[in-house]
T-cell receptor, first 112, second 113 residues
Framework: DVKVTQSSRYLVKRTGEKVFLECVQD?????MFWYRQDPGLGLRLIYF???????EKGDIPEGYSVSREKKERFSLILESASTNQTSMYLC???????????FGPGTRLTVL | QKEVEQDPGPLSVPEGAIVSLNCTYS??????FMWYRQYSRKGPELLMY????GNKEDGRFTAQVDKSSKYISLFIRDSQPSDSATYLC?????????????FGKGTKLSVIP
């Protein structure tokens, strides 16, 4: 079974803090993704990565950066957290040959 | 026009009912069609995926794709309270170095015992 794990299920941070969200997949997938999910807005793509040290902007990259130093790990960084970044953050990984993404359990981030 | 349209519901049905969830899409280049189930405060879980027009069945779930009308459906037979969740449709395209995956906004389903 594909397994995608995220470092935290719930996180509370203060405005201005630097926040790291970690995602690890154990299936040797090249492609990994970060989304945020908000009520009424659905899933929105923040960043994705096709390979180690490679990254591409998604639809809403502003205020975020990413890091992919190892194939299995994809990190999302909020350089200076703001209250409008309170959201559910979801990491996903692609099963090769099918274009179907498998998701982690999500991190619910609250920025106060 | 949004690329994937999905009725947000909410949809409420009695236990044992047949549920029909639907999406339309606009880009004829989409190749893969998926349904995800998402329980409250959890990540989406892949339910079914299909590559072509037609039906694909898995237990009580049937995914149907009609590429000619750009319409995808998920049917749930003998619905159970444990089926209560938000269902997301998704379509994808890849080729020539590009990749696109587009989700619907989800339909919230409640199955009442």
């Amino acid at each position: 079974d594909v397994k995608v794990t995220q470092s935290s299920r719930y996180l509370v941070k203060r405005t201005g803090e630097k926040v790291f969200l970690e995602c690890v997949q154990d299936m040797d997938h090249e492609n990994m993704f970060w989304y945020r999910q908000d009520p009424g807005l659905g899933l929105r793509l923040i960043y994705f990565s096709y390979d180690v040290k490679m990254k591409e902007k998604g639809d809403i990259p502003e205020g975020y950066s990413v890091s992919r130093e190892k194939k299995e790990r994809f990190s999302l960084i909020l350089e200076s957290a703001s209250t409008n970044q309170t959201s559910m953050y979801l990491c996903a990984s692609i099963l090769a040959g099918t274009d179907t993404q498998y998701f982690g359990p999500g991190t619910r981030l609250t920025v106060l | 026009q949004k690329e994937v349209e999905q009725d947000p519901g909410p949809l409420s049905v009695p236990e044992g009912a047949i549920v029909s969830l639907n999406c339309t899409y606009s880009n004829s280049a989409f190749q893969y069609f998926m349904w995800y189930r998402q329980y409250s405060r959890k990540g989406p879980e892949l339910l079914m995926y299909t590559y072509s027009s037609g039906n694909k069945e898995d237990g009580r779930f049937t995914a149907q794709v009609d590429k000619s009308s750009k319409y995808i459906s998920l049917f749930i037979r003998d619905s159970q309270p444990s089926d209560s969740a938000t269902y997301l449709c998704a379509t994808s395209y890849s080729g020539a170095g590009s990749y696109q995956l587009t989700f619907g906004k989800g339909t919230k389903l409640s199955v009442i015992p």
